[in-house]
T-cell receptor, first 111, second 115 residues
Framework: QKEVEQNSGPLSVPEGAIASLNCTYS??????FFWYRQYSGKSPELIMS????GDKEDGRFTAQLNKASQYVSLLIRDSQPSDSATYLC???????????FGKGTKLSVIP | SAVISQKPSRDICQRGTSLTIQCQVD?????MFWYRQQPGQSLTLIAT?????????ESGFVIDKFPISRPNLTFSTLTVSNMSPEDSSIYLC????????????FGPGTRLTVT
């Protein structure tokens, strides 16, 4: 059974700190990995995608993927109160567009 | 990225009735999906909306309860039939696109309350 594990949180970090969000997955056939941000009452917003091992940086966000360890993470540098949201990890398997989502980690950035 | 709209944004319905949710994408996309997100939960895939053919349903979801149409590459509908309070949820349409990008975007969702 395909599973995605995330710490539900809440994860609290002070403003300006680095927030680290982690995700593990069970399907070794997973190919593509995504991080979505979801504000309360809103739909998920894609913030990062990563397809190969290593790091991918986009502004204050860095996604890290380690397929051997079946682990993907998201780092948010210089965290802002506006980053407070639930972060959902998701992946799709080889040849599939279907996403499997984790339950999400709630992040709270304290001013 | 594809821009996705949904109608209605929310509705309150009586049990036993049906509601059709519309999803419109601003560009042609290969794949469209319907998800459900129950309060405090993550997203659960209901089905893949296939253009010109029957939708592909995930385990636990059936066509009689959630009929789906996709008449072209930019539009799809999801009907929630014979509703019960357990169907109260947010229903989300998503699309893969544009072509060549493996990224999935979501519509704003439809918040359904069944009384």
């Amino acid at each position: 059974q395909k599973e995605v594990e995330q710490n539900s949180g809440p994860l609290s970090v002070p403003e300006g700190a680095i927030a680290s969000l982690n995700c593990t997955y069970s399907d070794r056939g997973s190919q593509s990995f995504f991080w979505y941000r979801q504000y309360s009452g809103k739909s998920p917003e894609l913030i990062m995608s990563i397809y190969s091992n290593g790091d991918k940086e986009d502004g204050r966000f860095t996604a890290q993927l380690n397929k051997a360890s079946q682990y993907v993470s998201l780092l948010i540098r210089d965290s802002q109160p506006s980053d407070s949201a639930t972060y959902l990890c998701a992946y799709s398997g080889a040849g599939s567009y279907q996403l499997t989502f984790g339950k999400g980690t709630k992040l709270s950035v304290i001013p | 990225s594809a821009v996705i709209s949904q109608k209605p944004s929310r509705d309150i319905c009586q049990r036993g009735t049906s509601l059709t949710i519309q999803c419109q994408v601003d560009s042609q996309v290969t794949m469209m999906f319907w998800y459900r997100q129950q309060p405090g939960q993550s997203l659960t895939l209901i089905a893949t909306a296939n253009q010109g053919s029957e939708a592909t349903y995930e385990s636990g979801f059936v066509i009689d309860k959630f009929p789906i149409s996709r008449p072209n590459l930019t539009f799809s509908t999801l009907t929630v039939s014979n509703m019960s309070p357990e169907d109260s949820s947010i229903y989300l349409c998503s699309a893969f696109g544009p072509a060549g990008k493996e990224e999935q975007y979501f519509g704003p969702g439809t918040r359904l309350t069944v009384t």
